[in-house]
């Protein structure tokens, strides 16, 4: 049946034999990816929209006629890939066993992330532990002519998923560098002080996004061994574990 803005609801999930040849979609094989999986979904669905790097140009091409399941390999196995995910992934304290995971078992990530994209006239939804891409709606002729027309289907989509019992959502999009635009806006007038203050701005914010990844990243374990071990040494740790469980025994008293 077709909406009042004349979209086709379907929510199919399509099967292997269906998913469009122009289509990227991989299964996702190993843990902690879904963000890593769900921004390659997004950038690799754009066609000549966007102009990929080498890497990620040679790997959509090598993996074109791959099924799903090798496709999800492919992304666990590529060096490049893994170097950029673990470059802002948190350093476990202790080692991971990179175990694989199966699409048919709960997912150990307490988030997880999906991605939301239009092509030819059909928005997909592209979760990795699905079996395939999910088709949420297919527009209309006329919506096709709207390139803006899928994010209000793609809104509709995660305000539904928003509805259950789940409280924490967080919405992301990829875009453009900002910096990029001001950059050429700055070439064509250089006197424009408000375009160089914002692009100061954009400059100091990815210095600061550098900082906080680094303090995320950082293994604090050693730090926090020391500290106890100093405390034991001055005779301070019974005294500060019993006072610990008492503010703990405190907080669950008040919830009753």
Not at 1 to 29: C, M, N, R, Y
Not at 72 to 97: C, Q, W
Not at 144 to 173: H, P, Y
Request: proline letters at 4%.
């Amino acid at each position: 049946d077709a909406d009042k803005e004349g979209k086709s609801q379907t929510k199919e999930t399509l099967s292997e034999d269906q998913i469009p040849e122009s289509l990227f979609f991989a299964h996702q094989v190993t843990t902690n990816a879904c963000a890593t999986q769900a921004i390659l979904s997004v950038v690799l669905n754009q066609g000549d929209k966007i102009e990929l790097g080498s890497t990620l140009s040679e790997f959509k091409e090598f993996t074109k006629s791959f099924p799903p399941s090798l496709k999800g390999v492919a992304i666990s196995s590529s060096e490049p890939i893994k170097k950029a995910h673990n470059a802002f992934g948190r350093t476990d304290a202790f080692l991971n066993d990179g175990k694989y995971i199966s699409r048919h078992a709960a997912s150990e990530d307490v988030f997880h992330f999906v991605a939301y994209i239009p092509q030819d006239g059909t928005v997909y939804e592209l979760d990795g532990l699905q079996s395939g891409p999910i088709v949420v709606s297919k527009l209309s002729e006329e919506d096709k002519e709207d390139k803006t027309k899928w994010l209000s289907v793609a809104r509709e989509a995660i305000q539904k998923r928003m509805q259950g019992d789940a409280i924490k959502f967080n919405l992301m999009a990829v875009i453009k560098d900002k910096r990029l635009g001001l950059k050429e806006k700055i070439e064509n007038d250089p006197s424009n002080e408000g375009l160089v203050h914002q692009l100061q701005m954009e400059e100091e914010k990815r210095k600061q996004w550098s900082l906080e990844n680094q303090r995320r990243r950082h293994n604090y374990v050693p730090l926090c061994v020391s500290i106890l071990k100093e405390l034991a040494r001055a005779n301070k740790l019974p005294v500060l574990v019993e006072e610990a469980k008492e503010r703990k025994r405190q907080k669950l008293e008040r919830k009753k």
